[in-house]
């Protein structure tokens, strides 16, 4: 039996899982024939999110367009929770001759030579509460797609993806076979 202090809890998260969970499980119902692949897909937000101002404009539509991958910009040092950004040295490793005359260049160029990290802006930001790790999903490969949208189109980068939302991330973890219990990402007292 719910103690009156629980009830609430009780009703929210039942509101929660109508509300939330329970469209997301049964938007694929009935589309079994659809490849997996397709169902791993990470729903698009549902309102516009666009990105914060970078203090260089970056392209990730020009640079993947080149071979640039993921991985040769963003490495995820222990302990694994968030993906880095390039050193400026890496940016110079092509800029160094490529579009050297541009302003925005000239910017990261003096950047380089100070020493001093470009100051980027993070996009996606892990609520409070949740005790969330890129190693973990990379470790699962999962690709980067998957969370942060069709990222090889975007010439500025933004929020493309409802992936910061509770009901999504369970949605995902149930495709995957993944636990689902509230204690693997939520930290509790």
Aim: proline share 11%; with cysteine.
């Amino acid at each position: 039996m719910l103690t009156s202090a629980r009830v609430p809890i009780a009703a929210w998260a039942a509101g929660f899982l109508l509300a939330v969970v329970f469209p997301l499980w049964t938007a694929n119902a009935g589309q079994s024939a659809m490849p997996p692949a397709a169902q791993l897909d990470v729903p698009a937000n549902p309102a516009p999110h666009p990105g914060p101002e970078q203090p260089i404009p970056y392209s990730h539509k020009t640079h993947l367009a080149l071979g640039l991958t993921c991985a040769g910009c963003h490495t995820n040092p222990a302990p694994g929770k968030l993906m880095t950004y390039p050193a400026t040295a890496t940016c110079m490793s092509c800029h160094h001759v490529i579009a050297k005359g541009k302003p925005a260049i000239k910017k990261l160029a003096s950047n380089a030579t100070s020493g001093q990290p470009v100051p980027w802006v993070r996009v996606y930001q892990v609520l409070p509460g949740v005790n969330w790790t890129h190693r973990k999903h990379l470790d699962a490969g999962i690709k980067c797609e998957t969370c942060h949208g069709q990222v090889s189109e975007m010439h500025a980068m933004s929020e493309a993806t409802s992936v910061t939302t509770m009901g999504v991330c369970l949605h995902c973890h149930t495709l995957h076979n993944a636990p689902t219990v509230c204690a693997t990402c939520h930290m509790w007292p």
